[in-house]
């Protein structure tokens, strides 16, 4: 779910369009706003982040962001559910809502003539769900109908033991969906509470991008989010540092495919060896040219997929290497993938791979923040990480900075213990 | 994974295929269509939206096209043109893409097959003369083809591993068989593991003709610019007939197409398909409607009755896979095994009152609003633009798609109704089940 679509993210600025004009203002209550003015299309898509999420929660209640946001869309003070799924399908829109590792986020998109209509039923859901007890029953029961086709599901079953194994006592260590026990023990006055406790001004960023008028949307959204007063002050969670032991762990499971992963803990978002890892993980396992995908894959039919991922998140995030591969190649595929790592932590890589891999890393996300709906992710994510609105700019310059020598240094210093995680089929 | 995906993305065709009509962004955003004198044809678009190019080479070839001692071919090509020419070894393809910052995909489709790249404007005469390349003179080396057979293995178990991408193949198996629609595009183990490099050359030559070739160009590039590289390019190849045999009649839906699989998901899954009408048919523009209708939303039929009511579904949805030669509409669920019966009642249920009563204008009008929104947010992206001119000029007409969402805002509710009784029985569709228990793939 959610370390996997982070995955495609990387930073940089290539073919950001030239035409995108950005305002930024933080209301009188701490409520921040963000608004990119992009001509493209007839489009609008809004992303409202609230810092709520994975990081602040405990093994016992793990998973309650996302079950707050799964009730949320069952209806709000003005309307049901059906009727606002409806009210949003006449809009030409979508209205998605969720808890992640760092943040959650109620999304929506629609055709941009609509702009104002989209942001009032974000502001709806946002600030008037009902939050009705007669919803979490039913709630819950789909809640566990996914988390039980994310353990059917090979990759991403694996994905999930090999966060628990890394991350140890760590609240990243747990899946954002959270685990048929702690959702047992949710009840409906934990979710009011946890609502109220995070839904507060200062605790939330909104961005719009699309075809709309920068002026007329800062003035509709200081006019919805304007009058919200300021909540109590929510701590930083104490958490446990997290706890790579370099354990290896095996698992096995009705597939077709063996699922192998490795990895280590890396830098934040934030850190300075963030772009060196960056261009690590691609060298490692970007795109088609990786090192995984041409000599595992393309040399030698050892796994069909290959790749490397590494998130951005505020904690150490993970560099991943994954493999899926047959049965009868895993034992081999698992060998060549640390020769791989060895090799990578013993020999400078070359310049024109060094290229290839910033080349890959930038264009990437060049091409990834093209679209609104992804624009408007970025602009509010970044806010909320608190680095700033350079970001991608400072991020670019520290990519094409990046040399074989950094490259060999974070490759010894983050892949020193690996956590392994091998799903056989059974 | 690139070039891991198959072409059954192309159900949902149609959710993206309408036109610029009233809300293009500029007048000026209209393509030119031209066909070179060797029968390439060229579809041209300058977009400004950021400095790259979409260059997708649409081929009127795909796994349709395969004799029955060929199935796998039209794919197994699609994975092989990556892997050189006389002047480009193994691996240096990737490696040039990836490291001027473009990407590079392919798909194979009943109808088609088409590979994609994106590419910064500065690298299109790199990108037009690479595309080009791989489009006559690929190379197939030995070795290549061997360790390749490998990875389409894999993918036969990634998708079997899919629970709704396998549910959709083998829905169109048991849907379709024998009839070409009915094949599985990667081919069987045993074909692929015996095939060899006169079969792949053979195939690739007798296909890969400039009458076949639709070369799509969208993004900020000029237009004579585009043409000029076209033409030195493309523009050279050898003319020579087009391939493309004719097709046999689609089967007829009906309760002997009806399969369960053991799986050991704990969960089940539940598709139904109906035979609609493919795509020159007049009709595809009300059965687009109705399926929109009945479940592309949280707010269609299924969604608000199978699901939110009844709570027999975890999830429902409708898609329409508009082929050349024929049309399906499938309703695909995933539920609770207890409740397949249920749910399966429940779906014709909702069916039969649309058949009976009809659709109400608000539902119309959503369902136009959904089909604006989709090609909207399609050409966000100069690819996504792209795509729906490879798919309409490769499948249909050109002109059809630019022409179809103002044809959609003359459908009435009544149509739409009379399409639902004219395809929509309770008892002519297919059906595949997969119920928890021993594997028995």
């Keep these: 779910m959610t370390r996997l679509v982070f995955a495609v993210l990387a930073a940089g600025l290539l073919a950001a369009p030239a035409v995108a004009q950005e305002s930024r203002e933080r209301l009188d209550n701490g409520f921040t706003v963000l608004v990119r003015e992009n001509p493209v299309a007839p489009v609008v898509a809004v992303s409202l982040l609230v810092k709520m999420g994975t990081r602040w929660e405990e093994p016992a209640n793990a998973g309650i962001s996302n079950f707050v946001h799964a009730v949320m869309v069952r209806g709000t003070a003005k309307r049901t559910g059906a009727e606002l799924a409806e009210s949003i399908a006449a809009l030409g829109g979508k209205l998605n809502a969720k808890g992640e590792v760092d943040y959650s986020e109620i999304s929506a998109t629609a055709l941009s003539r609509f702009w104002r209509e989209v942001l009032g039923f974000t502001a709806e859901l946002a600030l008037e769900p009902k939050l009705a007890a007669g919803e979490v029953d039913g709630e819950?029961?789909?809640?566990?109908?996914?988390?039980?086709?994310?353990?059917?599901?090979a990759p991403a079953r694996a994905f999930d033991e090999f966060f628990a194994a890394l991350y140890g006592p760590h609240p990243y260590a747990i899946p954002a969906l959270g685990t048929p026990a702690s959702l047992a023990r949710i009840d409906h006055p934990a979710l009011v509470a946890w609502y109220r406790r995070f839904y507060q001004p200062e605790r939330m960023t909104l961005a719009v991008s699309g075809q709309i008028?920068?002026?007329?949307?800062?003035?509709?959204?200081?006019?919805?989010?304007?009058?919200?007063?300021?909540?109590?002050?929510?701590?930083?969670?104490?958490?446990?540092?997290?706890?790579?032991?370099?354990?290896?762990?095996?698992?096995?499971?009705?597939?077709?495919?063996?699922?192998?992963?490795?990895?280590?803990?890396?830098?934040?978002?934030?850190?300075?060896?963030?772009?060196?890892?960056?261009?690590?993980?691609?060298?490692?396992?970007?795109?088609?040219?990786?090192?995984?995908?041409?000599?595992?894959?393309?040399?030698?039919?050892?796994?069909?997929?290959?790749?490397?991922?590494?998130?951005?998140?505020?904690?150490?995030?993970?560099?991943?290497?994954?493999?899926?591969?047959?049965?009868?190649?895993?034992?081999?595929?698992?060998?060549?993938?640390?020769?791989?790592?060895?090799?990578?932590?013993?020999?400078?890589?070359?310049?024109d791979e060094l290229n290839r891999a910033k080349g890959y890393l930038l264009g990437r996300y060049a091409m990834d923040r093209r679209t609104n709906e992804r624009q408007a992710w970025y602009l509010a994510f970044y806010e909320l990480e608190g680095v700033g609105p350079d970001y991608p700019e400072r991020y670019r310059r520290a990519v094409e900075a990046v040399t074989p020598s950094d490259v060999l240094r974070v490759a010894r210093q983050y892949l020193a213990t690996l956590t392994t995680v091998v799903l056989r089929p059974r | 994974?690139?070039?891991?995906?198959?072409?059954?993305?192309?159900?949902?065709?149609?959710?993206?295929?309408?036109?610029?009509?009233?809300?293009?962004?500029?007048?000026?955003?209209?393509?030119?269509?031209?066909?070179?004198?060797?029968?390439?044809?060229?579809?041209?678009?300058?977009?400004?939206?950021?400095?790259?190019?979409?260059?997708?080479?649409?081929?009127?070839?795909?796994?349709?096209?395969e004799a029955t001692d060929e199935l796998g071919l039209a794919h197994y090509i699609e994975h092989m043109l990556f892997k050189g020419t006389p002047t480009r070894p193994p691996g240096s393809i990737d490696t040039l893409i990836e490291g001027f910052g473009g990407t590079s995909n392919a798909f194979t489709s009943y109808d088609t097959?088409?590979?994609?790249?994106?590419?910064?404007?500065?690298?299109?005469?790199?990108?037009?003369?690479?595309?080009?390349?791989?489009?006559?003179?690929?190379?197939?080396?030995?070795?290549?083809?061997?360790?390749?057979?490998?990875?389409?293995?894999?993918?036969?178990?990634?998708?079997?591993?899919?629970?709704?991408?396998?549910?959709?193949?083998?829905?169109?198996?048991?849907?379709?068989?024998?009839?070409?629609?009915?094949?599985?595009?990667?081919?069987?183990?045993?074909?692929?593991?015996?095939?060899?490099?006169?079969?792949?050359?053979?195939?690739?030559?007798?296909?890969?003709?400039?009458?076949s070739m639709v070369l799509v160009v969208v993004g900020a590039a000029e237009p004579t610019l585009v043409r000029r590289l076209v033409e030195a390019t493309f523009g050279r190849v050898e003319p020579a007939a087009p391939s493309r045999g004719a097709t046999p009649p689609v089967p007829t839906f009906g309760p002997s197409r009806r399969v369960d699989v053991r799986r050991a998901e704990k969960q089940a899954y539940l598709g139904l398909a109906w035979q609609t009408a493919p795509l020159a048919n007049e009709d595809v523009y009300a059965v687009d409607l109705l399926t929109s209708i009945l479940g592309d939303s949280p707010s269609s039929r299924l969604n608000q009755t199978v699901r939110e009511r009844l709570r027999l579904v975890a999830t429902i949805e409708a898609g329409y896979g508009a082929f050349e030669k024929a049309g399906v509409v499938t309703v695909t669920a995933r539920l609770e095994p207890a409740d397949l019966d249920r749910a399966e009642a429940a779906i014709l249920d909702v069916i039969r009152k649309v058949r009976a009563e009809g659709v109400t204008e608000a539902e119309r009008q959503r369902a136009l609003i959904t089909a604006e929104s989709s090609y909207a947010f399609d050409i966000e992206t100069a690819e996504g633009l792209a795509k729906t001119y490879g798919q309409a000029e490769t499948t249909w007409t050109l002109d059809n798609e630019l022409a179809y969402l103002s044809r959609l805002r003359g459908i009435t509710a009544a149509q739409i109704q009379a399409v639902a009784r004219k395809y929509f029985g309770d008892d002519n569709y297919a059906r595949v089940r997969f119920v928890p228990g021993t594997s028995s793939r």
Excluded at chain 1, 140 to 153: C, H
Excluded at chain 1, 245 to 260: K, N
Excluded at chain 2, 7 to 35: D, F, W, Y
Excluded at chain 2, 171 to 188: D, I, K, M, N, T
Aim: with cysteine; proline share 8%; aromatic share 6%.
């Design chain 2, 1 to 65: 994974m690139a070039r891991a995906r198959l072409g059954l993305g192309v159900v949902l065709l149609l959710a993206g295929c309408a036109t610029a009509g009233a809300m293009a962004p500029s007048p000026a955003a209209t393509p030119t269509r031209e066909v070179l004198p060797n029968g390439v044809v060229l579809i041209v678009q300058e977009q400004r939206a950021s400095e790259v190019v979409a260059l997708q080479l649409w081929m009127r070839m795909g796994g349709r096209d």
């Design chain 1, 140 to 153: 819950r029961d789909w809640l566990l109908g996914r988390i039980q086709k994310r353990r059917d599901n």
């Design chain 2, 113 to 211: 097959t088409h590979y994609d790249f994106v590419v910064p404007t500065a690298h299109l005469r790199a990108g037009v003369e690479l595309l080009a390349d791989l489009a006559v003179n690929a190379s197939f080396p030995p070795e290549e083809i061997e360790s390749e057979k490998k990875v389409v293995f894999e993918e036969m178990n990634l998708i079997e591993d899919d629970p709704e991408k396998f549910l959709l193949r083998r829905l169109y198996e048991v849907a379709y068989s024998p009839h070409p629609y009915g094949r599985p595009l990667l081919g069987r183990r045993e074909f692929i593991e015996k095939l060899d490099r006169d079969q792949l050359r053979r195939f690739y030559r007798k296909h890969f003709v400039p009458k």
């Design chain 1, 213 to 351: 008028s920068p002026g007329e949307v800062l003035a509709e959204a200081r006019r919805l989010f304007g009058g919200l007063p300021r909540g109590a002050v929510v701590g930083e969670p104490s958490r446990p540092a997290p706890a790579n032991r370099g354990e290896r762990r095996t698992f096995e499971q009705p597939a077709q495919q063996a699922q192998i992963l490795a990895g280590g803990l890396a830098p934040s978002l934030d850190h300075p060896d963030h772009a060196a890892v960056k261009v690590l993980s691609t060298v490692l396992g970007g795109g088609m040219a990786g090192r995984l995908f041409v000599e595992l894959r393309d040399k030698r039919g050892l796994a069909y997929t290959a790749a490397a991922y590494y998130d951005p998140v505020v904690d150490p995030g993970a560099l991943v290497l994954y493999l899926g591969t047959a049965p009868e190649n895993a034992t081999k595929a698992e060998e060549a993938l640390l020769r791989e790592v060895e090799r990578v932590r013993r020999d400078p890589v070359g310049v």
